[in-house]
Structure formats: structure tokens, C-alpha cells
């Protein structure tokens, strides 16, 4: 049963980092995009970093410059490096894994969350002013 599993939230004030990590088990993801969306109460959710097996890599324009995305695909599993943190920052981190292989399926890293279908419980990031 595939499970995914993150970690690394919590309180921080702004100006700070976080490092929120997420571990797939159950199956290989090698071949598919591991991405993060956040969603804030009542707002839409959204991308924040989606990232192939390779270096390919999508951000959200809000975090551009200050949000890192890496993977290591030997532990099936994915990080995101957050910079410069912002209050607007905060919501519930979701990871997620892409319903089909990248190379089949797209050129750039998809920024629906439609086009993903394994996702985690996620973890809460609050950003203090």
C-alpha cells in the first residue's frame, strides 16, 4: 500500500527556514513527478514545487527564489528547502505523486493538483509576523 509520509513543519517566524520532508513506501516513484502544494483556510489548493526523477522543476510564482525542491530517489523521497518565509506562507503542505510517469505524459512538471494521485495527510506550516 503506498503511503506518503511528511515531516518537518511547524511554527517559525518570518524571515526563517523550514525543511519539510516527505518519504514514499509501498512502491518506486522514480519514474514519476513528486510535488508539494500548500493550502491556506479557505483558499484554493496550490502548487508550491513539483520536481521529475532529473532536475526538472516547476514552482509556484509565489515562492520563486526562496522555496527549494530536491529529491532523492534511492529513499523515495522528497524535500522542500522554504527561505525568507513570508506569514502568507502559511498553510498545510501536501506532498504528492503523479498519477502517470512524467516522460509519457508531460513536458514541464504539471501544476494541477487533478494530475496527481497519491497524496499525504500533510504537515502544518505557520509563519509568524
Known amino acids: 500500500q503506498v503511503q506518503l509520509v511528511e515531516s518537518g513543519g511547524g511554527l517559525v517566524q518570518a524571515g526563517g527556514s523550514l525543511r519539510l520532508s516527505c518519504a514514499a513506501s509501498?512502491?518506486?516513484?522514480?519514474?514519476?513527478?513528486m510535488a508539494w502544494f500548500r493550502q491556506a483556510p479557505g483558499k484554493q489548493r496550490e502548487l508550491v514545487a513539483a520536481?521529475?526523477?532529473?532536475?526538472?522543476?516547476t514552482y509556484g510564482d509565489s515562492v520563486k527564489g526562496r522555496f527549494t525542491c530536491s529529491r532523492d530517489n534511492a529513499k523515495n523521497t522528497v524535500y522542500l528547502q522554504m527561505n525568507s518565509l513570508k506569514p502568507e506562507d502559511t498553510a498545510n503542505y501536501y506532498c504528492?505523486?503523479?498519477?502517470?510517469?512524467?516522460?509519457?505524459?508531460?513536458?514541464?512538471?504539471?501544476?494541477?493538483?487533478?494530475?496527481?494521485?497519491?497524496w499525504g495527510q500533510g504537515t502544518q506550516v505557520t509563519v509568524s509576523s
Open positions: 509501498g512502491r518506486s516513484f522514480r519514474s514519476y513527478v
Open positions: 520536481m521529475t526523477s532529473g532536475t526538472v522543476t
Open positions: 504528492a505523486v503523479s498519477q502517470l510517469p512524467y516522460g509519457s505524459s508531460w513536458s514541464t512538471p504539471p501544476r494541477s493538483a487533478s494530475e496527481y494521485g497519491y
